[in-house]
């Protein structure tokens, strides 16, 4: 679904990467929609028009992206996803 370019995986799967300047990860969707409401971050949309539950886009500055990496990584790896 998403390139390899420019993303860091676990066990095959795609946890964060970093697209058109901002910076993806997959989490569980209620931590997504938790940053979402906060203003912290967006849904990603990959091009299509459809936003994806389990993935927050966000900007520079708006969270530490190491920490968000070390979660997404964790979900990831735990889940097989």
Do not use: C, Q
Request: aromatic share 10%.
């Amino acid at each position: 679904m998403f390139s390899s370019e420019n993303a860091f995986s676990v066990n095959g799967k795609i946890f964060a990467m970093l697209t058109r300047g901002t910076f993806v990860v997959k989490l569980p969707k209620e931590r997504v929609d938790d940053l979402v409401e906060s203003g912290k971050g967006k849904r990603f949309d990959p091009g299509h028009g459809r936003l994806m539950k389990e993935w927050i886009a966000v900007e520079a500055g708006a969270l530490p992206w190491v920490a968000l990496a070390k979660e997404a990584h964790s979900y990831v790896r735990r889940n097989g996803r």
